[in-house]
């Protein structure tokens, strides 16, 4: 059973930039990064194979977000930059045992407990 603990939630205003990550309590396959608003559903962000030689994001944080993984420390990143009011929500981090990347939810075994990005305008 992999545990995964994220970090690197806050404040910070419209236009600027956080970076999260998510360690993990083993060796995991593919990873990814969804996200989840106030009276929405979870949602995906962007996801990274095991290799990280490959990487998805979804048209609203395309440009702005970029996915990366340390495999010797077990961690992925989550770099946001030009942040956005809509971009407020609670961030997870999810890791599944395969190598190979994908973007349902559904697929992800291992999930975190969320951290808070709020984006104030």
């Known amino acids: 059973q992999v545990q995964l603990v994220e970090f690197g939630g806050g404040l910070v205003q419209a236009g600027g930039s956080l970076r999260l990550s998510c360690v993990a309590s083993?060796?995991?396959?593919?990873m990814g990064w969804f996200r989840q608003a106030p009276g929405k559903e979870r949602e995906f962000i962007t996801t990274?194979?095991?290799?990280?030689?490959?990487?998805y994001y979804a048209d609203p944080v395309k440009g702005r977000f970029t996915i990366s993984r340390d495999n010797v420390k077990n961690t992925l990143y989550l770099q946001m930059n030009s942040l956005k009011p809509e971009d407020t929500a609670v961030y997870y981090c999810?890791?599944?045992?395969?190598?190979?990347?994908?973007?349902?939810?559904?697929?992800?075994?291992?999930w975190g407990q969320g951290t808070q990005v709020t984006v104030s305008s």
């Open positions: 990274i194979n095991w290799s990280g030689g490959s990487t």
């Open positions: 083993g060796r995991t396959g593919s």
């Open positions: 999810a890791a599944r045992d395969s190598l190979v990347a994908l973007t349902t939810r559904q697929a992800y075994t291992y």
